[in-house]
């Protein structure tokens, strides 16, 4: 086994604004062998990209390496002039980023910019690059790859462009690929298939990874080796089975910690705060000049769900299952087309304006986009005491000091009151909106993917807060999201949609443990989870549990979300399992 | 500490420069309101013509009357006309456009219909023809410009608040309870503000040369009160004897017109978050 990357003693600075310098990278030494899958692992800041940056020798212009080597199959990179350098990028050193939205040119065709870089390191014929084009979209599993180089990114979603990319850098046979968070920015289910995907090509090629992330349980299942860094310093080396799985290190045992895990349920069982009968929710298209028709899209299809009073209960699925209309209609921002939601006993059709404006009182939302959620020309104490408005006999005074109460509470104390939300990081925003919504203690919040724009540093923090704030002010969360490790942190109960149908629901601890429908099981195997021992090591699971056959006369309901298998043609049937288990069903054809 | 908005600006020549002209624009109408050397509708038959000297800084024109008094007096019609032009079409162009995006549906495709028929004429000609129907007067300029350029705020501001109609603190505001009407007032309408800022001040660029257009034609204010555009028509006929009398509004025009456009660069320079890093 040859040694394809060592990089030596590496250091990296920023020049900061004015005078000066900051060390972001400092003596971080690593060596990648062939065919094997290094991970470098740390918080955003910890300077784990500006590395990968400087194996390409892309470093942005206000980095500059200071001190260390990095070596490639046995020359030094940094000795290289641009003209070497150029001919290893692409063709040697392959890079994969987070963005597979704007790491494509939009103006040119997938074939165009994939045979670009073939043709320019290699001389190929045009026909002979185009056929090894197509047998690399083949391999990651494009299905029309004739019909693919013709066509432009817009017309593929970001899993296929992420595959694309990945097909059209390994198509080069680099000996090493550099894949800075390559799946951040992606669905659970997409995100195992690239993830499968590179490893299996990369082992098949014979590349070796330099794998960027800051997802623990990712690294532990896929990679070879382990850097974790701190602050741009070394602070533990080792395979992951010894390392995290069996944290020692002071830093990486608090990583782990941090982790998402399940907290304890409250087991009591209380009386249903908003009941959900067969609703469905129809967007109707804009109408063309001609035709009068309009074309209708289901979001939501005949959806039956309660949420008990002082409960959590989190909606996971991909995105476009429906799940964030399920919150809109349940705050009445979408009608619904048929169906009934009661909320505390109230049938929503049979409220007066009266009723409407104290259901407003009562309910509140934390959305997931922190920037586009507070007006821009409203300081964060007026944004916060607008939400009692409504509340009656409270002076203006009054309100804007509950405001400034409620900001210290969520941790943005004192002068912030007067502050503009220009001037605060996503987080603080974040915790603004919290503020906002629970300033006039409502009964019941939508929180909806409130913390997947963050960081998962920040993230950590936000979900305790709104436990924090749950518990104290006894709050009935709607928690939608479509990442299951926070899931299993914050919710009581879980319900999985698909394409706007509920296909199971039930305690967290039965959905994650014993789940029925193969959906729910999908979404799981997609989700690698470090979960703490009892002796205090950690294990990575990566399920599956068994199977479980449908109950007796039925098979699970399939509309697309178990694929391989025929659709389902009768009607869907929740049928209850186990006390408050319920999965979606269909009745066996004979 | 974020800077404040002026210390923005003094670091932008072109805002200083655009700032010191307007200045001198309002002063000058300032002046035309309070204090005018002369009378600016006098006749004196004895001095017609005669050239710039200390009696008459400017000369006098085919009627003996003073032209610093006229450039001055001038400033008032010219630059109240273009005022009250540009607030008038910009606070109900943004009204009528806000309530267009907002709402939506019939009443957005009715208004919007009568706006690109509004749009389809040029607006000097449009002008033109308002002034025909309603006759000279000081406020039929007002009335004929305000009209042409409403289509064009009507359009900016439909077009931001459709783009944030859809932004989150909108839903917010109907979650915590606020009607439509209050969501739009207080929470969409203040967003729009900075495209408009910079729209008002073009418009009050266009309808200051509009109204000297008009003027010169013949349709604006009515003799013998001063105006810039009257004033030049009149100065044609002697411009080889007395070429002060068409330089002297010209000049007044010129400068106005120069300190406006600029300022209004330098706004949409300041307001334009892609401009904020240079």
């Known amino acids: 086994m040859s040694r394809v990357l060592t990089i030596e003693k590496l250091s990296i600075d920023i020049r900061a604004g004015g005078a000066g310098t900051r060390r972001v990278v400092n003596d971080v030494s690593l060596s990648i062998d062939s065919g094997r899958i290094a991970a470098l692992v740390g918080e955003s800041g910890s300077g784990k990209t500006l590395i990968g940056r400087s194996v390409m020798r892309l470093l942005p212009p206000v980095a500059a390496l200071v001190g260390g080597d990095i070596v490639f199959n046995g020359a030094s990179l940094t000795k290289l002039d641009e003209t070497q350098m150029r001919s290893l990028r692409g063709r040697q050193i392959g890079a994969v980023f987070q963005e597979p939205m704007v790491s494509l040119n939009p103006a040119l065709t997938i074939g165009f910019q994939m045979m670009e870089a073939m043709r320019l390191h290699e001389r190929v014929s045009q026909a002979e690059a185009r056929r090894r084009c197509m047998t690399m979209l083949e391999k990651v599993r494009i299905v029309d790859p004739e019909e693919a180089l013709r066509a432009h990114p817009r017309q593929f979603s970001g899993g296929m462009r992420q595959r694309i990319m990945l097909a059209s850098v390994l198509a080069m046979r680099p000996r090493l690929l550099i894949a800075d968070e390559p799946t951040t920015a992606l669905d659970a289910l997409i995100r195992k298939e690239i993830m499968d995907l590179m490893v299996a090509l990369t082992r098949e090629i014979g590349t070796s990874v330099l794998l960027i992330s800051h997802d623990l349980a990712m690294v532990a299942q896929y990679s070879d080796d382990v850097t974790v860094l701190r602050q741009g310093e070394t602070v533990e080396q080792g395979s992951p089975a010894g390392m995290l799985l069996r944290p020692t290190h002071e830093y990486t045992r608090a990583l782990m910690d941090a982790l998402p895990a399940r907290a304890p349920t409250n087991g009591v069982v209380r009386a249903p705060l908003v009941e959900i009968n067969d609703l469905c929710v129809d967007f109707h298209r804009k109408r063309g000049l001609l035709s009068r028709r309009a074309a209708a899209k289901r979001a939501v299809d005949k959806a039956s769900l309660s949420i008990f009073d002082g409960e959590v209960l989190a909606v996971v699925g991909e995105s476009g299952s429906g799940k964030t209309t399920i919150g809109r209609t349940l705050l009445r921002l979408c009608d619904s087309s048929s169906g009934s939601i009661r909320f505390d006993g109230q049938d929503f059709n049979g409220m007066d304006a009266d009723a409407v404006a104290r259901f407003r009182t009562r309910t509140q939302m934390v959305f997931q986009d922190p920037f586009s959620s507070l007006d821009p020309r409203m300081t964060l104490g007026a944004a916060v005491a607008e939400g009692l408005r409504h509340v009656a006999g409270l002076e203006h005074g009054e309100r804007l000091r509950r405001a400034a109460e409620i900001l210290e509470e969520v941790g943005l104390p004192g002068a912030y009151v007067e502050r503009y939300p220009h001037e605060l990081s996503g987080g603080q925003r974040q915790r603004v909106c919290i503020a906002r919504a629970v300033v006039a203690r409502p009964r019941f919040i939508v929180a909806d993917e409130p913390v997947s724009a963050l960081d998962v540093t920040i993230q950590r923090q936000v979900l305790k807060l709104l436990t924090q704030l749950q518990e104290k002010y006894g709050f009935t969360y709607l928690f939608i999201s479509h990442d299951l490790g926070v899931v299993e942190q914050m919710a009581d109960r879980v319900a999985v949609m698909f394409r706007g149908r509920v296909l199971e629901v039930g305690p967290r601890n039965t959905i994650f443990d014993s789940p029925l429908h193969p959906y729910t099981m999908r979404l799981l195997e997609a989700t690698p989870r470090l979960v703490r021992r009892a002796d205090g090591a950690f294990e990575l699971h990566t399920f599956p549990t068994r199977r479980q056959p449908a109950p007796a006369g039925h098979g699970y309901f399939n509309n697309g979300c178990i694929p391989g298998a025929p659709e389902s043609v009768g009607a869907p049937l929740m049928i209850e399992v186990a006390a408050g288990h319920s999965v979606c069903c269909a009745r066996a054809e004979r | ?278």
């Open chain 2, 1 to 278: 500490m974020t800077e404040r908005w002026w210390q923005v600006f003094a670091r932008r020549p072109n805002a200083v420069a655009g700032g010191v002209l307007i200045a001198i624009m309002l002063s000058a109408a300032l002046a035309g309101i309070v204090y005018t050397p002369y009378d600016p509708v006098a006749i004196d038959f004895h001095r017609r013509l005669s050239a710039p000297s200390m009696a008459h800084w400017l000369g006098t024109d085919e009627w003996g009357r003073d032209v610093i008094s006229r450039v001055l007096s001038g400033a008032v019609v010219s630059v109240g006309i273009a005022a009250l032009t540009s607030l008038i079409a910009t606070s109900i162009g943004a009204l009528i456009g806000a309530v267009c995006g907002f709402y939506g549906r019939w009443i957005d495709k009715i208004v919007m219909a009568v706006m690109d028929a509004l749009l389809a004429f040029p607006s000097l000609i449009m002008a033109l023809a308002v002034v025909t129907v309603f006759g000279a007067g000081p406020y039929t300029p007002v009335l004929a410009l305000s009209v042409a350029y409403l289509p064009s705020v009507v359009r900016v501001v439909r077009a931001s608040v459709l783009g944030l109609k859809h932004r989150d603190f909108v839903d917010a505001s109907t979650i915590m309870g606020n009607s439509r009407a209050f969501t739009l007032l207080r929470h969409v309408l203040p967003n729009t503000l900075a495209p408009v800022i910079v729209l008002a001040t073009s418009i009050f660029g266009w309808a200051l040369l509009a109204e000297s257009a008009l003027s010169f034609l013949g349709l604006g204010v009515p003799p013998p009160a001063a105006s810039w555009g009257g004033m030049l028509a009149d100065s044609r006929v002697y411009f080889e004897d007395a070429p002060w009398l068409a330089l002297a509004p010209g000049f007044a025009l010129s400068i106005s017109l120069l300190g406006v456009n600029l300022f209004g660069d330098a706004l949409r320079d300041y307001f334009d978050p892609r401009m904020k890093n240079l």
